[in-house]
């Protein structure tokens, strides 16, 4: 039976509301390129559970990390439930199996230094698949895709949806977008029961706005999600070779978890914020600490960095947010430019470097760290505005150091300094972070783009 299915459907039943790996039926192509299998297997199949509640040895650990470690697990084949604020008894004896191949004492719970070795291990696995967020236009959906497995991407059959795959085909990711006065989820349904005829599902469930079909396709094994608004389904679909379900299992669960039908609103106006808003953040400290333009993050229901996992948002102030990411060590991190030197009131004209990782739209759905030179002016307002996904990216002044923190416009306009872009100078940020007791790091980082990372806000 497929081991994938009764994983993620136990997940969806104890009450998640939005999944992975939903598309169109199409038959794989040809076969790809083996993936290494991680080094933790995937826990044993769980039966379907009542919605998790925190254990009390988790009670005390913020919801961010608590997110975080679950997150993590996933990664490492240990959990194989739902992300969320809850910290149940299937977690609990996850962080139980991970301590137990690593040779840890059995408790449950993490001290740093496992916290650290998880962190890193699920690292690793993101990084070997080549993990990334994207918002794929042509569905609408946003996903969390295996990108180093699946690097090559065409239009779907139909144009309304993105076809990955492998070099040969033994990985691939389907979206699709079904729309139309006589298109219902419960047809669609039906449809992905069926279709192609080689589909053999050995798991077929609809639960509110929302299925799942999973099995086998010929040689593959299948994972397809589906949500219905109205008259519109939308979804994706993982294919992959059964060799390859060391490998493959936890990302399809990882892509349940990361799934977002419909990140943009439907209602027939351009909704006041993204439902899914990009954005940079600097790392000010080694052990986790970075900020951010607090715009950005207004009304999330989390926050992620991109490659690393759930950040909790700890304070704002003086128009900048601090993030914590828990069970960081060792990050590369920027120092503060002297008091008073780039973008305070009264500070004259100067030239700053902008670090910061533009939105993927305007970068082909990539996360790369790019920057551009820009001059300030009074009140370090900026003459020409960043790119989209500058916000809250880093000004480096010419030693090297962090001079001040991007802030954006709500509404870009044409012409000189762009809506009112410009510099949340050092000083607020020193600020910020003595209102924490974060202590900033004091030694440069050598290239500063090492501290600059991508950050994600996903809204209601």
Same mark, same amino acid.
């Given at each position: 039976?497929?081991? @994938? ?9 104890? $009450? ?16 790809? +390129?083996?993936?290494?299998?991680? &080094? ?17 040895? !988790? ?29 149940? #008894? ?6 139980? %199996? ?7 004492? #059995? ?21 070997? @698949? ?16 295996? &990108? ?15 076809? !990955? ?22 047809? &669609? ?34 994972? @397809? ?18 060799? /390859? ?15 977002? +039908? ?33 715009? &950005? ?19 704002? %102030? ?6 914590? /990411?828990?069970?960081?060590?060792? /990050? ?62 880093? %000004? ?5 150091? /962090?001079? $001040?923190?991007?802030?954006?416009? +709500? ?8 809506? $009112? ?15 924490? $007791? ?11 783009? @090492? ?10």
């Amino acid at each position: 039976m497929n081991r @994938v299915a009764p994983l993620l459907v136990a997940a969806l039943l104890a $009450g998640t509301t939005a999944g992975t790996a939903p598309a169109a039926a199409q038959a794989p192509g040809p076969a790809a +390129p083996p993936a290494r299998k991680p &080094a933790a297997p995937a826990a044993a199949t769980p039966k379907p559970a009542p919605k998790p509640v925190t254990v009390p040895a !988790w009670a005390g650990v913020a919801e961010a990390e608590r997110m975080a470690v679950q997150s993590d697990l996933i990664w490492t084949g240990d959990y194989n439930g739902v992300i969320g604020p809850e910290f149940g #008894e299937r977690a609990f004896a996850a962080v139980k %199996a991970f301590q137990k191949r690593y040779g840890f004492k #059995e408790t449950g719970t993490l001290d740093p230094a496992e916290r650290s070795r998880l962190a890193a291990a699920a690292q690793a696995a993101q990084a070997h @698949v080549g993990w990334t967020m994207r918002d794929d236009r042509a569905s609408g959906v946003r996903l969390g895709l295996p &990108a180093g497995l699946a690097p090559q991407a065409s239009p779907a059959a139909g144009g309304n949806g993105t076809h !990955w795959q492998s070099g040969k085909g033994e990985v691939q990711v389907d979206t699709f977008r079904i729309v139309g006065p006589d298109v219902s989820l419960s047809r &669609a349904f039906e449809q992905q029961k069926k279709e192609p005829k080689t589909r053999k599902p050995d798991y077929a469930v609809m639960k509110g706005d929302f299925f799942v079909v999973s099995g086998f396709q010929g040689l593959k094994k299948f994972y @397809v999600r589906a949500h219905g608004r109205g008259t519109e389904v939308r979804g994706m679909a993982l294919f992959y070779d059964q060799s /390859l379900e060391g490998t493959l299992d936890p990302v399809a669960v990882a892509m349940s978890s990361a799934f977002v +039908p419909f990140p943009e609103s439907t209602a027939g106006v351009p909704a006041p914020r993204r439902r899914v808003e990009y954005a940079s953040a600097v790392v000010v400290s080694p052990t986790g600490d970075l900020v951010t333009e607090a715009r &950005a993050l207004e009304q999330c229901r989390s926050v992620q960095v991109a490659g690393r996992g759930y950040a909790e948002l700890r304070a704002t %102030a003086d128009g900048l947010a601090l993030l914590r /990411l828990y069970g960081a060590q060792n /990050l590369a991190a920027l120092p503060l430019a002297p008091a008073g030197t780039v973008g305070a009131v009264g500070t004259p004209a100067a030239d700053v470097t902008l670090v910061g990782v533009a939105d993927p739209d305007r970068q082909d759905g990539a996360g790369v760290v790019s920057t551009l030179t820009a001059r300030t002016g009074p009140g370090g307002a900026l003459a020409t505005a960043p790119p989209p996904g500058f916000g809250g990216a880093a %000004a480096i002044d010419a030693g090297g150091r /962090l001079a $001040g923190v991007v802030r954006v416009a +709500p509404t870009q306009v044409a012409g000189p300094g762009a809506g $009112g872009a410009g510099l949340i100078p050092a000083d607020a940020v020193r600020r910020l972070l003595a209102q924490d $007791g974060v202590t900033p790091a004091t030694s440069p980082a050598g290239d500063p783009k @090492v501290a600059v990372v991508r950050v994600i806000c996903v809204r209601e």
